[in-house]
């Protein structure tokens, strides 16, 4: 997982909130997480992300996207979207989706 | 830490997501973090949260609102204020916000 914050984007951008429980044992879960990270940064639009997940507990990534059109165009990939299907049949509990259109932000660095 | 999702609120609302890194030792984080638990709850027009951090990484807390007076409605509280400044002078490394109006969410419970 990336350790980086993403932060200075000029709004407006779009937060994709994905907040998942994963099942105990998600057989190959990590390298297609890694490929899906591989893939999403060849979106045009595509701005960043950051993952967290508490160990056993609760993970949650967040995607930055320039526009609607970029969200489209990482929903409507093929390899996306079987690894979606491969998630909802194998490797998550359940997981919850919010797509935000961000008008502000900021950020704070120690110096 | 919570460990539920929250899902299934009716568009439009609020996500606010805050991205953090913590100092090494970040002395009364924990507990100042309950109280702003208890404190947000009491918030008109709050609506859940969740929150995620990896060990030694990054974490990430995402606050939803039915709209921007309810967010207002927490920024301008004192002790949140307070917590705030502590936090800038103490307790993180770096921390981003991300205010978004959400149009769409969707969830997926295993059965």
Redesign the interface.
């Known amino acids: ?3 980086h ?3 200075g984007i000029e709004p407006p951008y ?2 994709v ?1 994905f ?1 998942s ?1 994963l099942q105990e044992d998600p057989s190959g879960y990590d390298e297609t997480a890694a490929r899906m990270q591989e893939l999403v940064e060849q979106v045009p639009g595509y701005l960043g992300y ?6 056993g ?4 990534t ?1 995607g ?1 996207f320039r526009d609607e059109e970029a969200i489209a165009a990482w929903r409507k990939n093929l390899e996306h979207q079987s690894a979606q299907r491969r998630g ?1 049949a194998e490797w ?19 110096e």
């Open positions: 997982m990336s350790d914050l993403v932060a779009y937060t909130v907040t429980h950051e993952s967290a997940r508490t160990p507990g609760l993970g949650i967040v930055y909802r998550y509990r359940r997981y919850s989706v919010h797509v935000g259109k961000v008008e502000r932000g900021y950020s704070f660095e120690r």
